[in-house]
């Protein structure tokens, strides 16, 4: 198949090609970084990437070896770009300054391996960035943007087949990678997501600790035909949540990871600036929505630089449906939530 290769897109697609040669600059540096992850990891236990690094992160979570390699790709090829001014990385406590860069330009902000439990297992996993402009060099404070100031993001998933999915504000594109010539093609234009689905994924395992809320969705899409949905939901759940987010992009449906008090202090599971940030804004502009359940994501301002939140994104009227259930929750209606014979048909006949 003939189609059209990442850097043809970009010089025939960018609006303003000049306005916009800074941030894909950065694509391309970012595109260089994918791919080297997306041949070390085709090669799988043959390169001797598998399995712990017997190491943790600032978080406290194991790494495994792919995510220490992989973060050391991305850093090694963004900090030769004058144009980027320092790094946030899930790996790395302290954001990165780069000492060789220019005094204005643009900061990125990724994970560069996500939902890596499925390396071992040869599943699907990911890569996800978020660029931010400044007109000149941030203080530390300064680097924490709320995501609405984004002006690319995007992510690689890493399946059958390697694709990048970014969007610049003007449609949500994705391409494959070309094993054979190592270009990225155009395969995916303007993807949307449609407002309406019939499939959901959450860990159901953390069930118990849910808010009522989640409780009360959960359930009434599980009732399926015979409830008040009137209509059957399929789950579906890879653990990764790029590749979760990416079936949404392709086929619609929701993903929630919402707040619960497993970790009570914990005010999430996955990460603001580099995780939730980027997915919402690529959701956004497909015609989707992402909320925390009681807030847009991208309106957040961030309080430090590995920050969680709870994310709930994807269909408009399954997002809007979520929210909704808050909103009458925090008005007083937790009684009637937290009530086994609650079921939110009899709350639609008392309004
Ligand atoms: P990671 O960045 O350390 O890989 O963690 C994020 C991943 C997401 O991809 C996924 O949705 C989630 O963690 C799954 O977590 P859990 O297995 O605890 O439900
Ligand atoms: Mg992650």
Redesign the pocket.
Known sequence: MDSLVLTSFLKNNSGNYDAQRGTNDILLVLVDAIKEVAILMRAGELAGILGNADTENVQG?VQKKLDVVANKIFIKHLLREKKILALIS?ENEDPIFNSKSDDSGYVVYF?P?????NIDVNGAVGSIFSIVKFSKKPTLKELLKPGKEQVLAGYSVYGPSTMLIFSSGDGVHGFTLDYESLNFCLSHERMLVPPETGEYAI?TS?GRFWEPPIVQYVAECNRGVGGDRKKNFNMRWT????A?IHRILVRGGIFM?PKDNKVPLKEG??RLLY?ANPMSYLVEHAGGMSSTGRMRILDIVPRNFHQRIPLIIGSKIEVERIVWHHKNYDAGDGLKYNSPLFDSASFFSED
């Open positions: 979570e899930e994970d391996l996500d939902g890596s439990s860990n953390n653990g990764s949540m790029v979760d990871y599971r996955l995780e």
